[in-house]
């Protein structure tokens, strides 16, 4: 490994992974922190850490000046970003290359080519990947005529888009033109890009996305799917892997097609392919998230790879040890936490951490930075941990994570684990049942979510 010191450019849960990621690689890392996390849990398990600014992302995690700065004057080798701020930012991958710093993730390049959505998907239909029918990026007047062509409903997205921010279903024609302007607007206060381009909605759908490694030597490994169709307002709420609906026959495919695609690309370090299944067993590409997903513990426990550590292996200029096709094993199913109140919509919830006792016993892996006495500040993301379990099999993952979920005790600010026990244990999600409108559709038979709609 090249690297002897690396800085993470991010905070909270995905900073406390990659930093003990480091440690076991025998890397020291520098944090990254905001005057709002001072004393955050990563900033205590780094080797260094170095504030950036006021608590307002725009003056902290996404300066790109402060990251460089706390980088080079570290004595850093390499810069892992994470997920979220500018993870997924070519600027700031060729500000790392300008000052000697290696970016842990895809080229500028290839990361400025899929960052657009609508280039994205240009060059997914030169490589032969199959595709929602859908639009250029279009102004509105012209997204009326689009949408009949389409055939309603539709989506509207953001070209620039990520984590449902800029995207609209649309019914019925009379609704298109507010939808558009609230995406817009919401596109470009999210992303400085109010561009939006169209596509035809797949209903009913479900959301699975294959993961992959590509090496500078040209090796690719493919470790399989998650399933990621349990969300609410485009947000994942819930994942696993292997997803109920795939054949061995249609999961070949699809992790035949996501091969396909990063050799086209040229896509180096982690990524995920992420696709739309019509009930019909069709799949259309919809997105590459061109860095670590939130979900990797779902593959990670399901192919025993630490996606991680392979990260900065690849960064470092070495090999794959393995391509083709990931062996797995068993059943994963991930619950997100987040600090927000179901019963007035899921809305944000900062505050004092009271008590935090996160599950324990077999088959259950807990990501979290919260411990109990810890300030949820308002100015980031609501997660505040994920719980992760495996089984031999999909009833006893199940089962798991019922218990594990029973288990965790978070007093201080409201949270979404009564909601996610009440899915999981739901008979349609038993059953492997369902699509991306599975929260919507039984909103009024699970007591969180009838309460929450009342």
Known sequence: MPFNRVLVANRGEVAVRVIRALHELDIEAVAVYSTADRDSLHVRLADRAVC????????SYLRIPSLIAAATTTGCQAVHPGWGFVAENSAFAEACADNDLVFVGPSPDVMARMGDKASARDEMHAAGVPLVPGTPPLDGPD????????????????????????????????????????????????????????????????????QVLGDTHGGVLTLGERECSIQRRHQKLIEESPSPALTPARREEMEATAEKAVRALGYTNAGTFEFLLGADGSFYFIELNARLQVEHPVSELVTGIDLVHEQLRIAGGEPLELTGRAPRQGHAIEVRVNAEDPARDFLPFPGLVTRFRPPLGPGVRVDTYVEEGAEIPPYYDSLLAKVVSWAPDRDRALARCVRALNEFDVIGVPTTIGVASQVIRSEGFARGNYSTRYLEDMAGSLPALAEAEA
Do not use: C, Q, W
């Open 143 to 210: 997204a009326r005529n689009a949408a009949v062509d389409l055939g309603f409903p539709v989506l509207l997205k953001a070209t620039a888009g990520g984590g449902g921010k800029g995207m609209r279903l649309v019914d019925e024609p009379e609704d298109l033109e507010p939808a558009f302007a609230m995406a817009s607007a919401e596109a470009e206060a999210s992303f400085g890009d109010g561009r939006l381009y169209l596509e035809k909605a797949i209903d009913p759908a479900r959301h699975v996305e294959i």
């Open 52 to 59: 950036i600014g006021p608590p307002p992302v725009s003056d």
